[in-house]
C-alpha cells in the first residue's frame, strides 16, 4: 500500500520522474518529426519530399492527400498550405552508410549529411534547398558554400548572379543564400517565420495576379467600347456625308455607286 515507512517518494524522486516522462516525451516528438511522415505517421520512405514549413512526408502521402483531402482526418490542420505538389520539393537524402546497430535502443538516422556524414535525428539541424533539394546538415551547408561564378559568360546579357547565389555542394545547381534554404522540422519561432515567409509570398502573387486580371479586364472593355463607339461614328459620320462632294473619297453604303449613277 505504500506509505509503510521505507517507500515514501520524496518531492525530489517525484520532480525526477516528471523531470524523465518529459524528457521520454520530448524525445518521442523528435523520434515522430524525423524518422517519421508528418502527415501519414508512417516510417520515412523514399522519395521524401519538403513543404515550406520544413516538415518531412512521404510523397505518396502528400499524392494521396491532394486526391482526397479527407483520406488523412487532420490532414488540413498538418499540410493544408501544400495545395499541389509545386508546394512541396522532392528531397534528395543520404543514406546513412553506417552499418546498423544492434541492441541499440536508440532509431539509426536513415540519412545523414553529405558533408559531413552526422546523422539527421534532430540533434542538428538540417536544412533543404528549394531549388535542388539537397539535404546538409546546417553546419557542414554553412562550412562548404561557396559563392556562384559572379561573371558571367562575356557577350551574354544576363547580369551578374547577385552576391547571395551560391552552388549547390552536391549538384551545384544555384541557390540563393537568402532565400532558397529551409530548415527541416524548424523550432516553432522560426517555423512561426517561415509561415510569415510563405504568407507573404503567396499574397503579392495573388494580388499581382488580381490586379493583371482587373487591368486587363478594364482594358477590353475600353477596347469594345472604343470599338462601338467608331463604329457609331463611321455609321453616324455616313449617314450625315455631303451627298455631292466628289472630292471624298470615302465611300459609304450610303454613297457607294451614286456618282456612277449621277455623274
Ligand atoms: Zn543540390
Known sequence: MGNDGGSIPDRRDL???????????????????????????????DPVVSCELGKLYNKDAIVEYLLDKTVYGDGARI??????????????LTHN????????????A???????????NGALPFVYLSTCGCVFSAAGLRAIATPAENTPPSGSNSP?????????????KPYDRLTD?????????????????????AAPKTNATMATLTRKVA?????????????????????YAPK????NKKETFMTRGTFTRYA
Open 15 to 45: 520532480v525526477k520522474t516528471k523531470a524523465k516522462a518529459e524528457q521520454a516525451d520530448k524525445q518521442n516528438q523528435i523520434l515522430a518529426k524525423w524518422f517519421y511522415c508528418a502527415l501519414s505517421k508512417k516510417p520515412l520512405q
Open 79 to 92: 499540410c493544408g498550405h501544400v495545395k499541389s505538389l509545386k508546394d512541396v520539393t522532392q528531397l534528395r
Open 244 to 247: 455631292n462632294n466628289s472630292s
Open 160 to 172: 551578374p548572379a547577385s552576391k547571395s547565389t551560391y552552388s549547390c555542394p552536391q549538384c551545384s
Open 110 to 120: 536513415a540519412y545523414v549529411c553529405p558533408l559531413t556524414l552526422k546523422e539527421m
Open 181 to 201: 534554404v529551409r530548415t527541416l522540422n524548424p523550432m516553432p519561432e522560426e517555423e512561426a517565420g517561415m509561415r510569415e515567409v510563405m504568407e507573404e509570398e
Open 97 to 108: 552508410p553506417a552499418p546498423p546497430v544492434a541492441n541499440s535502443d536508440k532509431p539509426q
Open 219 to 239: 482594358l477590353s472593355l475600353a477596347e469594345e467600347e472604343q470599338k462601338r463607339k467608331g463604329k457609331m461614328t463611321e455609321a453616324v459620320a455616313s449617314l
